[in-house]
């Protein structure tokens, strides 16, 4: 390569894939400092509660509502339909570790046996096909509940989401798809929780993405109703004017998978109230 | 008959067959170019979807270009050629779009991660 200027252009193509394929750690660490740059007089751990974390305002209105929390009935029917036995006799605490109880920081995980990440909704239903029960819609209320009370018995869990060597493909996938631009307005996940995290959107402010994971499933009270995280997903995307997926598609779960990958560290707080 | 009224008459007969002749110009032109018209719009349809799959297969379809498709699809079915035309036309657009978008991100995403 005898051209100068090829070789500056091999140099910059193998720069930028070496950015890309950065470790998880690096990856971690780089966004963590991103936002500790960005909020120098927030501590990191604040952004769990979102936007609250960056208006005094909101936040004293916000813990006033949680005297009284609207996702409080979804735990309760959570844990009635928790303990509720299956047409075999076995419940949800048959599918997993601690009878699942302060198990849903573990989840997201990568599977190396079926090569997926497994988030919690799945592995409910998993649960579930495995004893003979009909799959829940992972739009409806019952899913919701169900994990409004299996992160309601987390609260105070620590995030610490591993990706093994079988699971960098799901993790860059993720990635890939928070900093993909989409839809008619061409945003990416990251053009407003990254790039303006902080900005206003109307009279809204953007909340950081580190922390996005931790406080799922969620009352929005625009739903007025408890959704999970890949309602939220469906909602972000169609916001921009890209069609959103299937709720628990491959790719949504590999977004919730380095999403909440970027949370390690802190602390689970579901389920939570937004605006 | 007076001369007034022959006058008359005359105006409102050579006024009444331009006026036919004109109205049976414009239907028949119309209707000629409706058949040509209607398969050149099915065929703008078809050319949105078949990119609206392709966008949808890259998971980076638009909504606009289903809500353009089935709007084009109603214009085209009630009889408003031109409006059919022009938003079929218009998902042809949207639709490339997306696939653009779906192509350009692939190589420029990596940009954004932070350092």
Redesign the interface.
Known sequence: MKNPFDRVLLLSAVLLSSFALASPKEDLAAFRAFYESRFPEIELADHADGAYALDEAKRAQWLEMEDFPPYEFAIDEGEALFEMAFSDGESYASCFQSEGRGIKHLYPMFDEVAGEVVTLELALNRCREAHGEAPLDYEGDEIAALMAYMAYTSRGQTYDIKVPEAGLGAYEAGKQFFYERRGQLNFACSSCHLQSGGGMLRAEILSASVGHATHWPTYRFKWERVGTLHDRFIECNEQVGAQGLAPQSASYRNLEYFLTYMNNGMVLNGPASRK | MSACLRRFLKKVSVGGLATAVLVSSLTWGTAVADDATVVAIEGLIGQAESLHDEA?QK??????T?RLILEARAALSAGRIDDAKSIAARAVQ?AQ??VD?ADR?QAV???????
């Open positions: 949808q998971e980076h379809a638009w909504v606009v289903h949207t779009a997306s978008q991100e995403w990596s940009a954004r991660v932070p350092q």
